[in-house]
């Protein structure tokens, strides 16, 4: 089922919790830079483009004006990420397809630091996408969500429309697009509704490659996959207290929360992740 919303639909005045969501509430100034700064580092065969939030936010927003208009594809890459990548060369391939990899996560910065890199910024989606809302607020922008079941995509933008009023919501669809019917839907909707960004939440690998197999399908200069954004968004999970997310153990929150689905991921992917990096930089 597809479901639109616009600043009128009745969902838009609906109040949803912003508990343990963190919002930016006000403009920040953009650091002058240009695109001769971006750092780029590669680990695990995928190459990530290190820069801080701010010009992270910038890169977006140059995109949505590209002119002649140029669609933009960006994805996030954590340890799970870059495990699914190293052991599936046809993933590494499509995550080579985007303009820009983001490095999200503590294991991306110890990896760096292996290579003498200091990464400038942790650019998880959960913070980069608030900071692009509230910076550019204003702007006349319009995105689109798709993604996660029904009910979580509705509660996702009941949220979005409440904390990021800035923007206009096009519209957003749940994300199980299980025959080319609904897929064709899908993109026909996203296309009609002028969106400038698109926010794919499928999780890894499926968002990544079904940005790639369909962004010339798709009329938006900006495309993004955000990973478990919208799980945070409807509240099925909560972000870590902040001090565990200074020490870069947002994982463990993750993993107290979901310990069934998120066991493997971390406590079998996380080590075998540090022995595949070390492998890569000390192995013969």
């Not at 995550?95 to 760096?112: I, K, M, P, S, Y």
């Not at 099925?236 to 998120?262: C, F």
């Amino acid at each position: 089922m597809t479901t639109f919303t616009d600043p009128t639909h009745p969902h838009a005045t609906d109040t949803v919790a912003a508990a343990n969501i963190p919002v930016v509430t006000s403009p920040t100034r953009i650091e002058p830079q240009s695109e001769s700064d971006d750092r780029r580092v590669t680990i695990l065969g995928v190459t990530i483009t290190d820069v801080t939030q701010h010009w992270a936010v910038e890169i977006i927003e140059q995109a949505i004006h590209r002119d002649p208009p140029k669609r933009c594809t960006i994805f996030f890459a954590n340890a799970h990420t870059l495990n699914l990548a190293a052991a599936d060369p046809s993933y590494r391939r499509t995550l080579a397809t985007a303009d820009h990899v983001f490095g999200d996560g503590t294991g991306v910065r110890w990896a760096a630091r292996l290579q003498s890199v200091r990464v400038k910024d942790n650019l998880v989606g959960t913070d980069l996408m608030p900071a692009l809302f509230h910076t550019t607020a204003g702007r006349g922008y319009r995105y689109f969500l798709l993604g996660s079941d029904a009910s979580t995509i509705d509660r996702a933008a009941c949220y979005a429309a409440e904390q990021f009023p800035g923007w206009t919501q096009a519209g957003y669809h749940q994300g199980f697009l299980t025959t080319e019917e609904l897929n064709s839907q899908a993109i026909d909707q996203i296309n009609q509704s002028r969106a400038d960004v698109l926010l794919v939440g499928m999780g890894n690998p499926l968002q990544e490659r079904w940005i790639a197999a369909h962004r010339d399908r798709l009329d938006v200069p900006v495309c993004l996959g955000i990973g478990g954004l919208f799980d945070y968004w409807a509240e099925n999970v909560s972000r870590a207290p902040a001090w565990i997310r200074r020490l870069g153990h947002e994982w463990a929150w993750r993993l107290y929360q979901q310990p069934r689905d998120k066991a493997r991921r971390y406590l079998v992917g996380n080590p075998l992740f540090l022995a595949r990096v070390f492998a890569e930089r000390f192995g013969s």
